[in-house]
Nanobody, 129 residues
Framework: QVQLAESGGGSVQTGDSLRLSCTASRDTFSNYAVGWFRQIPGKEREFVAGISWSGDTKNYADPVKERFAVSRDNDKGAVYLQMNVLKPEDTAVYYC??????????????????????WGQGTQVTVSS
């Protein structure tokens, strides 16, 4: 069982930045692909960014490209989501999720919630205009 914990959320103004962190309870987190998702009430959870276990592959949803950056530090067992130039439409609960890719692919990332096995509790990000 992998337990994930997000941190770094908060309330900011339009144009500000935040960095979310996702940490895991197990040393083997370095073998897990990680995705960031967000959700607002009444809507489905949507993909934001993903990173392979090696860090070689990174994917972003169109609304956050050029503004968000995902990275990881496997020595620390942490994955980060740097969010810049935040907009009110970025307001949501942000979740990190993890899964071990089939065959241990160093390039694999998942773009949909159903492919992930482990989830954090989420952290609220609120952007005011």
């Amino acid at each position: 069982q992998v337990q994930l914990a997000e941190s770094g959320g908060g309330s900011v103004q339009t144009g500000d930045s935040l960095r979310l962190s996702c940490t895991a309870s197990r040393d083997t987190f370095s073998n897990y692909a990680v995705g960031w998702f967000r959700q607002i009430p009444g809507k489905e959870r949507e993909f934001v960014a993903g990173i392979s276990w090696s860090g070689d592959t990174k994917n972003y949803a169109d609304p956050v490209k050029e503004r968000f950056a995902v990275s990881r530090d496997n020595d620390k067992g942490a994955v980060y989501l740097q969010m810049n130039v935040l907009k009110p439409e970025d307001t949501a609960v942000y979740y990190c999720a993890a899964t071990r890719p089939g065959g241990g692919s160093r390039w694999w990332t998942g773009l949909t919630p159903r492919v992930y096995d482990y989830w954090g509790q989420g952290t609220q990000v609120t952007v005011s205009s």
